[in-house]
């Protein structure tokens, strides 16, 4: 049972196949959050999009983020690795793996924050700025590398790891800039209940 429950949680694959299997209720939460603010007041497109950020921030975020903080073989035994120096990793990378695996290490990390670049604009008036994602997609690169190397999980905590991180929410986040401009546009408060309820009770005594 437990070997079953490993393969679920302790590896990629099964991580993915959580993800994938996620996926509906995922697609539902965003559509019950959506329909909830409508029913407040808000425009359909703000109701939607704003759900829509919130969910995927979290749906698009968290597996990655669980998948580079799994234990490797030797977790616990060795003393956590660091690589300071820019791109020295990426050359080791490519001396013992080749292409293919630097290709799929760069790939991985621009999309461990990427669905935070995209969404949090949209979620966050604040953060509406590429400077301002890319400042926070590294302080929470640099969080999960500490994490790594203070958990001795067998993985080198790389500053490329933590410039890949950035560059990929920054590029996500310009991606989506059409839509989070739309949102700062469309942006305002939600009525609580008791303002709706004296708008109703307003536009009843007319």
Not at 35 to 43: K, V
Not at 74 to 95: F, M, N, Q, W, Y
Not at 177 to 193: M, Q, Y
Request: hydrophobic share 55%; with cysteine.
């Amino acid at each position: 049972m437990v070997d079953g429950w490993h393969r679920w949680v302790g590896t990629f694959t099964g991580v993915v196949l959580l993800t994938v299997l996620v996926l509906p209720l995922a697609a539902l939460l965003v559509w019950v959050m959506a329909r909830r603010r409508t029913r407040t007041g808000a425009t359909p497109a703000w109701a939607w999009r704003m759900s829509l950020a919130e969910v995927g921030i979290v749906y698009g975020t968290v597996p990655w983020v669980w998948m580079i903080m799994l234990p490797g073989e030797k977790a616990g035994e060795v003393s956590g690795r660091l690589s300071l120096v820019p791109l020295r990793d990426l050359v080791t990378i490519v001396s013992d793996g080749g292409p293919v695996t630097l290709v799929g290490q760069v790939v991985g990390n621009l999309l461990v924050f990427a669905a935070l670049g995209f969404f949090a604009p949209m979620r966050f008036a604040a953060l509406a700025s590429v400077p301002r994602i890319l400042a926070l997609a590294a302080g929470c690169s640099v969080l999960v590398e500490t994490a790594q190397y203070l958990l001795r999980l067998d993985r080198v905590s790389s500053v490329d790891d933590v410039l890949l991180n950035a560059a990929g929410a920054g590029l996500a986040a310009l991606a989506s800039r059409r839509w989070w401009r739309a949102t700062a546009r469309e942006r305002r408060p939600e009525p609580s209940p008791a303002t709706a309820h004296i708008g109703r009770a307003t536009s009843h005594g007319r």
